[in-house]
């Protein structure tokens, strides 16, 4: 082959990977906006659970316990605010006050028990579809040549937010096809 | 709500994921969404009006035992662009999105959020597994993933390399539960009766094995029947089921959705012999919600349906003994089968679609952003498009 050829091949592969890198970027860059949406919804969830939870603590001390009306405001007020900035500990901490509330709430209106069984179920979908926009985009930046040409730039690395929701309803149970808690 | 479900198969062949599609479609409208689906056809006419807009025809390829339909090309995805132009919906609901199909160039074109059912629960494909990798960049797209059973999540988790939240099949139990049995097959008055649904020559269906079984049942039971529905040449189940259990023997031939329900609450028992992978069981959430007790075969889906063994009895798979004990020993137990119905009843109540379709609204409302915004057609989506007629055309080429 002449030098000539050579070039051309050069160029082509060139052109051809400039495409690609392009197309990459694009998918780095929904990928990035997916992870933001998720995120968003997971928060939202997450602070009307906490929300809720105040609410409940607040209004109906009688039907969940003086006690635990108290932890559980405090912990709904870390959850929004965590103090030693560890979202998920907190997170968690409610959640488990929360599944432990007694099935009966004697004296709390249908709506806000509703609302706040609503609101756990949506807490364990926006939690999944965030890991798994997380996962989507920690698979792609691990490719070779994504990894190779730094595509991805100064984009932060998601992080997965990882919480014990134990969610039945929204894992299936045995009544919907489905292991409990898999 | 305004909500776009879209079907990969063809509407006018029956089939699981277009029963899903519109009983889901029936709901939400019926919840007071707006509910539009596009889907491919055999015929375009047979569409059933405004709110179901044709996709085009498919291609039919054979795939692991039965029809996958290819759908690709610049028609269709003019179709597609169309649609969603025209949708203007908060959140477009694809099925099965895997395979090159109109579900799949949704994805690619969409430009919004979009929620995905998963429905196959095949493990083990290669075809699956090379594929995978080739369509991730438009499953990436996918904000919600729901499949229909765990088999059909593990299919996620391990060839697609996603997590999906389990949301079964439904069944409308109120049509089931309530209604008009067959004319001379009233449960209860007319004499033990086994029903069995299915196509006859199919036969990881398991009908032999239940034409064996009657041969123990009859022996106990001498009035007892088999009636039998589904799709199939009758000529070959006579000569299946031999002299002596002739008179035993009853073949309905097939039967419309509607009389599936009243042959449900006719029978005494509803058995399902399977001998191979089911991914469901639909069927048997339609059985229970009829109140027809339940002997099957214990594949893993139909344990988990029946909830091990409380909501139905299982036997094991291919054994015409058991299985034939098994019927002639609930024939036998009227307060058994009395039981059974009162569980099945609970069982299926959480397979109801008003209920599913909430939990699904609960899957929407999580991927669609609080401040709103509609799925279009993206302006710079990546599909090359021939518009479907000649004057369609030169609009687009002028644009």
Redesign the interface.
């Known amino acids: 082959m002449t030098s000539g050829d050579w070039l051309l091949l050069a160029g082509v592969l060139l052109l051809l990977l400039v495409a690609w890198a392009v197309?990459t970027l694009a998918?780095l860059d929904?990928?990035e906006d997916?992870v933001a949406?998720?995120w968003?919804?997971l928060d939202?969830?997450l602070q009307r659970r906490a929300g809720l939870a105040e609410e409940l603590a607040r209004n109906y001390p009688a039907a969940v316990g003086a006690d635990r009306a108290t932890y559980l405001a405090a912990f709904a007020a870390d959850a929004r605010n965590p103090v030693d900035g560890d979202r998920e500990l907190a997170e968690n901490v409610l959640g488990r006050e929360l599944r432990e509330l007694p099935p009966e709430l004697a004296g709390v209106p249908a709506a806000l028990q509703s609302d706040l069984g609503?609101t756990t179920?949506?807490v364990?979908?926006?939690r999944?579809?965030y890991?798994?926009?997380v996962?989507?985009t920690i698979?792609?930046r691990r490719h070779r040549l994504p990894r190779l040409l730094r595509l991805h730039a100064r984009r932060p690395l998601p992080r997965y937010f990882d919480i014990d929701d134990r969610l039945v309803?929204?894992?299936?149970s045995?009544?919907?096809?489905?292991?409990p808690g898999? | 709500m305004r909500i776009g479900l879209v079907c990969p198969y063809q509407w006018d062949i029956p089939g699981g994921v277009q029963y899903h599609v519109r009983d889901l479609a029936e709901t939400l409208r019926g919840l007071g969404h707006h509910v539009e689906i596009l889907t491919p056809a055999e015929r375009e006419e047979s569409l059933p009006g405004e709110w179901v807009t044709f996709a085009g025809r498919t291609v039919p390829i054979p795939y692991n035992g039965s029809m996958a339909s290819l759908q690709f090309g610049p028609v269709s995805a003019a179709r597609v662009r169309r649609w969603l132009r025209d949708g203007h919906f908060d959140v477009v609901h694809v099925h099965e999105p895997a395979p090159p199909s109109v579900s799949l160039l949704v994805c690619m074109i969409a430009k919004g959020p979009i929620v995905a059912t998963f429905h196959a629960a095949t493990t083990r494909s290669k075809w699956l597994a090379a594929w995978a990798p080739v369509v991730s960049p438009w499953m990436e797209r996918i904000s919600g993933r729901i499949a229909v059973s765990d088999f059909a999540r593990r299919v996620q988790v391990e060839h697609l390399g996603g997590d999906a939240v389990i949301i079964p099949n439904g069944v409308h139990v109120d049509a089931f539960a309530a209604g008009p049995s067959l004319p001379g097959y009233t449960r209860g008055a007319d004499g033990p009766t086994i029903g069995f649904l299915g196509r006859y020559a199919e036969p990881r269906k398991g009908l032999p094995v239940l034409v064996e079984a009657m041969r123990t049942v009859v022996r106990q039971h001498p009035g007892a029947r088999l009636l039998i529905a589904g799709r199939g040449d009758p000529a070959d189940v006579r000569e299946l089921i031999g002299e002596d259990l002739r008179p035993h023997v009853v073949l309905l031939g097939e039967i419309s959705e509607a009389d599936k329900g009243a042959f449900l609450r006719s029978v005494d028992v509803y058995c399902a012999p399977n001998l191979l992978g089911e991914s469901f069981g639909v069927v048997l959430i339609e059985a229970l919600a009829a109140g027809a007790p339940i002997v099957a075969s214990d594949l893993d889906a139909f344990a988990r349906v029946l909830e091990a063994g409380t909501a139905g009895v299982l036997v094991p798979r291919g054994d015409a003994a058991a299985l034939g004990q098994a019927l002639a020993d609930l024939l036998a137990d009227p307060g058994r089968r009395a039981e059974l119905t009162v569980r099945g009843a609970e069982v299926a109540a959480a397979y109801d679609w008003q209920v599913l379709a909430r939990r699904i609204l609960a899957v929407y409302e999580t991927v669609v952003p609080p401040e709103g915004g509609v799925v279009t057609a993206g302006e710079d989506d990546e599909y090359p498009a021939v518009a479907p007629t000649r004057s369609a055309l030169r609009r687009w080429v002028q644009r």
């Open positions: 197309w998918r929904r990928l997916r949406r998720a968003t919804a939202v969830q609503g179920t949506r364990g979908l926006a999944r579809f890991n798994d926009a996962r989507d698979a792609l309803e929204v894992t299936g045995r009544r919907s096809g489905g292991r898999s």
